[in-house]
């Protein structure tokens, strides 16, 4: 988007996905022993690190938010809102998936654009990495039974992650040459959906490891 990658704004956004998925994981530990054993027997051995991790990013997260302006703090309070309420929001399967990524929209692209100084192309970013996210959350939702996985089983929703992720590349690829390395992002979703596994480790390393794997990627090409 043109943005100067600031540190306070990824150290923001570090922090507060740090807080929202720290206290989910400490609230949900006996459900999530059912879908993800091996992380919930790490959290439960780790406890008090972890809520004091959560703590001190919640502190961080605030003076932050703070000093980034009313804009962010517009931005991300119903981000926060959406985390706090998500163990009872993840029981309406057809919501589940949408207003997780439009949170997960509104940290990677919203946040450094109400940060930043004209940010450009913002739309074109926001409709490939918007399909990339939705991909990934369906996926997931299919991995652990849940969401629309649970309403129509594995095989419609893994041709509906795949395709968002084809959705994905194809919005980078049409967009303005400066947005186009972000279809990396989703071309590595889509090579790691292909194969798709139920276990916790390809959940967890795979398809959340794959955003990683294409936004490093992408990164030297801007």
């Known amino acids: 988007m043109g943005l100067t990658a600031s540190a306070a704004t990824l150290l923001l956004a570090v922090c507060g996905t740090l807080v929202v998925y720290n206290v989910d994981r400490l609230r949900d530990l006996d459900r999530d022993r059912a879908t993800t054993p091996l992380r919930s027997a ?103 039974g849940e969401a629309v996985s649970a309403l129509l089983g594995e095989g419609v929703p893994l041709r509906i992650a795949r395709g968002c992720a084809v959705l994905g590349i194809a919005c980078a690829l049409a967009a303005p040459a400066s947005v186009r390395p972000v279809g990396l992002v989703p071309l590595a979703t889509l090579v790691a959906l292909i194969p798709f596994h139920p276990g916790e480790r390809y959940g967890l390393v795979t398809v959340d490891g794959a955003l990683l794997f294409g936004a490093l990627g992408a990164l030297p090409l801007f």
């Open 42 to 144: 790490w959290v439960e051995a780790h406890r008090p690190f972890i809520v004091a991790t959560t703590g001190v990013a919640m502190l961080l997260a605030f003076l932050l938010a703070l000093r980034a302006g009313g804009r962010a703090i517009a931005l991300l309070a119903p981000v926060l809102l959406l985390g706090l309420l998500h163990r009872r929001l993840k029981r309406f399967a057809l919501w589940k998936s949408f207003y997780i990524t439009l949170a997960w929209v509104a940290v990677t692209v919203g946040l450094p654009a109400v940060t930043g100084a004209a940010p450009r192309h913002v739309g074109w970013t926001t409709a490939a990495l918007f399909a990339t996210i939705l991909a990934n959350v369906v996926v997931s939702n299919v991995r652990d």
